[in-house]
């Protein structure tokens, strides 16, 4: 069975830091891309950070310079470290594990942006 856990989400003040993790089980995970979207009230999921099975790294426009993806492959988990944070990185993000026409989807663990 395939489980995606998300963990490390909360309350932060502007310009502060947030780190991410990712958990899979039940795949092998260094075949996947492994990805962290974000999906704020009223607006579409987006993606914010990817990084593929070769290590190739992917991030949104709006989050470059600020956060980082990084993968562990010997313990099947995948970070995402989140600096400088505004009030417009608020939303719930969500851990994807994708391959081919596989996705797999965490449940998603909220981060607020506030002072």
């Known amino acids: 069975q395939v489980q995606v856990v998300e963990s490390g989400g909360g309350l932060v003040q502007p310009g502060g830091s947030l780190r991410l993790s990712c958990a899979a089980s039940?795949?092998?995970?260094?075949?996947?891309?492994m990805g962290w979207y974000r999906q704020a009230p009223g607006k579409q999921r987006e993606l914010v950070a990817s990084i593929s099975s070769s290590g190739r790294t992917n991030y949104a426009d709006s989050v470059k310079g600020r956060f980082t993806i990084s993968g562990d492959n010997a313990k099947n988990t995948v970070n995402l470290e989140m600096n400088s944070l505004k009030p417009e990185d608020t939303a719930t993000y969500y851990c994807n594990a994708k391959k081919a026409w596989i996705d797999y989807w965490g449940q998603g663990t909220q981060v607020t942006v506030s002072s």
């Open positions: 039940g795949i092998t995970f260094s075949t996947y891309t």
